[in-house]
């Protein structure tokens, strides 16, 4: 059988692998994936309907696709807040099996003097060594003999495997081991998707100095390769990364990246495993057997609800729970945290009178609390200058909530620049302490900044490396403003197809979250890329229905600023661009223009004195408005605005040829 054979020359002592999730699948180990993990706790918690079908046919309802993005950490955050014993049924589901042949290799590998690390729980590999292996497992400090590594800890012992975990990045004594073990050897990695938050950040750096990295895994779809080459991105600029694959056992078997690495480790002389075993690599794992969960159920359907984003369904189910259930208490403070998180004006005065009680003693931290609801209330509610006084010269023992609100009021009313600085201060703070929902805002009020001001390399970097990994790990509404900036960015760069499938991930999720304002904002957005996509006919339908949107009250919806001036001002500078170029309108595109024009928030003036420039400009006259334009542009820092100006000056042929980006 031919065979891939990537290096020559390769010592046990020169190797590094790291293993994940996939190399405890295949049989005779058979352990579950985490989506497996995931369908089987939505049906336990009596939400089967949000399970997508398998094997996977038709369209999925919106629930079943918010539900098939759940990452693992939020879930079993939610849960294990609720109370119920997330801990205990992960250790009990992941100790069974029995070692397949990678854990075999992996266990002669690390006898003869490889590192062998690994992120799975399970203690498979351990048993394929029999108990020779020295093994060292967080929270325990990496021994100087061990050959086997878990930093994420094991099935006997304690488990990183929440939001809060994670955030706290891997412990300086276990990422001076990693470095150690990685620096001059080879790097393998097997059956790992490289989307675990604490290792991710430093991958890069850490394998800065590895002889080479191989990738053992399923064919990777585009969009995902390209996340692997941007996370090792020094790695793959001097060519030291490749995705090594082997011939299957038979023609048309799945491909399996247990059996590439082990074929591997066979060509380069590292070790053998038993034929037999190797060849069950390629036979369907052995169906799973669950444990049943324990704990407060009930309190947990509700907050795995809140985390989907299905937001009325998950409120019902917590005033059932304050009215007849058990967990009474627990159900009741989750109300009033969304009640005080989600209010209106009324709310926001009541909350001024925290004001009364002393800075000190424990009604410090009442004041600060309250404080912070009030903050973030009058900031959903679009009062940004207030946001502003409040928060000016604010101590950054405050914490991260009026730094990052800060940055969002700054962002709209004044430096694009400032507004990235102010947040990039506001997520180190909520990185510090380690709260998942803060830091994927604070994560979303920087890419947006970024964007607006046009800095566009250092916003597809902060996407792909700081916002979408921590949406991820904090909840549904922040995976769509995540989706929200990608289609931001693929307009910018002239790629509306990517804009609109981005777009429409994002509305799905928006949907399902029942956020209001995020379908109206990403429908704007929509706008925006239908029409450089020249579909006139889905502009037409999507703004009929953003007039629905803007007008019929969604039950069980959330909403802050539905009708606010910013949103009406978004939609004119679309309406004012169709007129102008694809209707003809003149006198209609100069007038949505000027409404815009008269915006008290510069980035929409900015682009307003932009369009009704424009529209001069096919009038073939000069475009006297582009002064103020420039001007406001310049103050705000809002560089694409500068740009498209000089090019509406410039070009030869102005007019309907001439079409304005209005991200």
């Given at each position: 059988?031919?065979?891939?054979?990537?290096?020559?020359?390769?010592?046990?002592?020169?190797?590094?692998?790291?293993?994940?999730?996939?190399?405890?699948?295949?049989?005779?180990?058979?352990?579950?994936?985490?989506?497996?993990?995931?369908?089987?706790?939505?049906?336990?918690?009596?939400?089967?309907?949000?399970?997508?079908?398998?094997?996977?046919?038709?369209?999925?309802?919106?629930?079943?696709?918010?539900?098939?993005?759940?990452?693992?950490?939020?879930?079993?955050?939610?849960?294990?807040?609720?109370?119920?014993?997330?801990?205990?049924?992960?250790?009990?589901?992941?100790?069974?099996?029995?070692?397949?042949?990678?854990?075999?290799?992996?266990?002669?590998?690390?006898?003869?003097?490889?590192?062998?690390?690994?992120?799975?729980?399970?203690?498979?590999?351990?048993?394929?060594?029999?108990?020779?292996?020295?093994?060292?497992?967080?929270?325990?400090?990496?021994?100087?003999?061990?050959?086997?590594?878990?930093?994420?800890?094991?099935?006997?012992?304690?488990?990183?495997?929440?939001?809060?975990?994670?955030?706290?990045?891997?412990?300086?004594?276990?990422?001076?081991?990693?470095r150690a073990d990685v620096a001059g050897r080879t790097v393998a990695f097997v059956g790992y998707s490289g989307h675990d938050l604490d290792f991710q950040p430093i991958w890069d750096d850490v394998l800065h100095?590895?002889?080479?990295?191989?990738?053992?895994?399923?064919?990777?779809?585009?969009?995902?390769?390209?996340?692997?080459?941007?996370?090792?991105?020094?790695?793959?600029?001097?060519?030291?990364?490749?995705?090594?694959?082997?011939?299957?056992?038979?023609?048309?078997?799945?491909?399996?990246?247990?059996?590439?690495?082990?074929?591997?480790?066979?060509?380069?002389?590292?070790?053998?495993?038993?034929?037999?075993?190797?060849?069950?690599?390629?036979?369907?794992?052995?169906?799973?057997?669950?444990?049943?969960?324990?704990?407060?159920?009930?309190?947990?359907?509700?907050?795995?609800?809140?985390?989907?984003?299905?937001?009325?369904?998950?409120?019902?189910?917590?005033?059932?729970?304050?009215?007849?259930?058990?967990?009474?208490?627990?159900?009741?403070?989750?109300?009033?945290?969304?009640?005080?998180?989600?209010?209106?004006?009324?709310?926001?005065?009541?909350?001024?009178?925290?004001?009364?009680?002393?800075?000190?003693?424990?009604?410090?931290?009442?004041?600060?609390?309250?404080?912070?609801?009030?903050?973030?209330?009058?900031?959903?509610?679009?009062?940004?200058?207030?946001?502003?006084?409040?928060?000016?010269?604010?101590?950054?023992?405050?914490?991260?909530?009026?730094?990052?609100?800060?940055?969002?009021?700054?962002?709209?009313?004044?430096?694009?620049?400032?507004?990235?600085?102010?947040?990039?201060?506001?997520?180190?703070?909520?990185?510090?302490?380690?709260?998942?929902?803060?830091?994927?805002?604070?994560?979303?009020?920087?890419?947006?900044?970024?964007?607006?001001?046009?800095?566009?390399?250092?916003?597809?970097?902060?996407?792909?490396?700081?916002?979408?990994?921590?949406?991820?790990?904090?909840?549904?509404?922040?995976?769509?403003?995540?989706?929200?900036?990608?289609?931001?960015?693929?307009?910018?760069?002239?790629?509306?197809?990517?804009?609109?499938?981005?777009?429409?991930?994002?509305?799905?999720?928006?949907?399902?979250?029942?956020?209001?304002?995020?379908?109206?904002?990403?429908?704007?957005?929509?706008?925006?890329?239908?029409?450089?996509?020249?579909?006139?006919?889905?502009?037409?339908?999507?703004?009929?229905?953003?007039?629905?949107?803007?007008?019929?009250?969604?039950?069980?919806?959330?909403?802050?600023?539905?009708?606010?001036?910013?949103?009406?001002?978004?939609?004119?500078?679309?309406?004012?661009?169709?007129?102008?170029?694809?209707?003809?309108?003149?006198?209609?595109?100069?007038?949505?223009?000027?409404?815009?024009?008269?915006?008290?928030?510069?980035?929409?003036?900015?682009?307003?004195?932009?369009?009704?420039?424009?529209?001069?400009?096919?009038?073939?006259?000069?475009?006297?408005?582009?002064?103020?334009?420039?001007?406001?542009?310049?103050?705000?820092?809002?560089?694409?605005?500068?740009?498209?100006?000089?090019?509406?000056?410039?070009?030869?042929?102005?007019?309907?040829?001439?079409?304005?980006?209005?991200?």
């Amino acid at each position: 059988m031919r065979r891939t054979v990537v290096t020559s020359g390769l010592t046990h002592d020169r190797l590094f692998v790291f293993a994940g999730a996939g190399v405890s699948l295949s049989a005779p180990a058979g352990l579950p994936q985490f989506s497996w993990i995931r369908d089987e706790l939505l049906t336990q918690l009596g939400l089967a309907a949000y399970v997508p079908p398998w094997p996977r046919a038709g369209s999925l309802t919106e629930q079943q696709e918010v539900a098939g993005g759940l990452a693992p950490e939020p879930f079993i955050l939610a849960l294990r807040r609720s109370g119920v014993d997330i801990m205990g049924w992960l250790r009990e589901t992941l100790s069974g099996g029995a070692p397949n042949a990678a854990h075999a290799a992996l266990a002669q590998l690390a006898e003869a003097g490889a590192a062998v690390w690994t992120v799975n729980f399970d203690d498979l590999i351990e048993r394929a060594a029999a108990g020779r292996l020295a093994v060292s497992a967080w929270p325990e400090e990496p021994a100087a003999g061990a050959r086997l590594l878990k930093p994420h800890g094991t099935v006997t012992g304690e488990l990183i495997a929440d939001s809060e975990q994670v955030l706290l990045g891997v412990r300086p004594d276990w990422e001076a081991r990693l470095r150690a073990d990685v620096a001059g050897r080879t790097v393998a990695f097997v059956g790992y998707s490289g989307h675990d938050l604490d290792f991710q950040p430093i991958w890069d750096d850490v394998l800065h100095d590895a002889a080479q990295v191989l990738w053992f895994d399923l064919p990777l779809a585009a969009d995902e390769r390209r996340r692997r080459r941007a996370m090792l991105r020094r790695v793959d600029a001097s060519a030291r990364l490749s995705f090594p694959a082997s011939p299957p056992a038979t023609p048309g078997a799945r491909p399996n990246p247990s059996w590439d690495f082990v074929l591997w480790c066979q060509a380069q002389g590292l070790g053998s495993v038993d034929p037999q075993l190797t060849a069950r690599l390629h036979v369907p794992p052995p169906p799973v057997s669950y444990p049943a969960l324990h704990g407060t159920l009930a309190l947990g359907t509700a907050a795995t609800q809140q985390i989907l984003g299905d937001a009325p369904a998950a409120r019902q189910t917590y005033l059932g729970l304050v009215r007849t259930g058990p967990g009474r208490r627990g159900a009741a403070r989750h109300l009033l945290d969304v009640t005080l998180n989600h209010g209106g004006p009324t709310v926001a005065r009541l909350l001024s009178a925290a004001r009364v009680l002393p800075p000190l003693g424990p009604a410090r931290r009442v004041r600060q609390t309250l404080y912070r609801k009030r903050l973030t209330i009058l900031a959903n509610l679009g009062r940004h200058t207030t946001v502003l006084a409040l928060t000016t010269g604010t101590p950054a023992a405050t914490g991260s909530v009026p730094l990052m609100l800060r940055a969002a009021a700054l962002r709209m009313t004044s430096s694009l620049d400032q507004a990235a600085d102010t947040a990039a201060r506001a997520l180190q703070l909520a990185l510090a302490e380690a709260h998942p929902i803060r830091v994927a805002n604070a994560s979303f009020q920087r890419g947006l900044a970024l964007v607006w001001a046009h800095r566009l390399g250092e916003a597809r970097e902060h996407l792909d490396d700081v916002q979408r990994p921590h949406a991820a790990i904090a909840s549904n509404r922040w995976v769509a403003w995540a989706d929200f900036v990608e289609a931001s960015l693929a307009i910018l760069q002239s790629d509306p197809d990517a804009a609109l499938r981005a777009i429409e991930r994002g509305a799905a999720r928006f949907r399902a979250e029942g956020l209001v304002d995020g379908r109206i904002d990403i429908e704007i957005l929509r706008l925006t890329a239908l029409r450089l996509a020249r579909d006139l006919t889905g502009y037409r339908r999507t703004r009929a229905d953003l007039d629905t949107l803007l007008n019929r009250t969604t039950p069980g919806g959330t909403y802050y600023t539905r009708g606010h001036r910013f949103t009406a001002e978004a939609i004119a500078l679309e309406d004012a661009e169709y007129a102008r170029v694809h209707l003809r309108d003149l006198d209609q595109a100069e007038r949505h223009a000027r409404f815009a024009a008269r915006s008290r928030y510069p980035i929409q003036a900015a682009h307003g004195w932009l369009a009704l420039a424009a529209a001069q400009a096919a009038r073939g006259l000069s475009p006297t408005t582009l002064d103020n334009a420039r001007s406001l542009a310049n103050q705000i820092n809002a560089r694409l605005i500068v740009a498209e100006a000089q090019r509406l000056q410039t070009t030869q042929t102005l007019g309907s040829t001439f079409e304005l980006f209005v991200p």
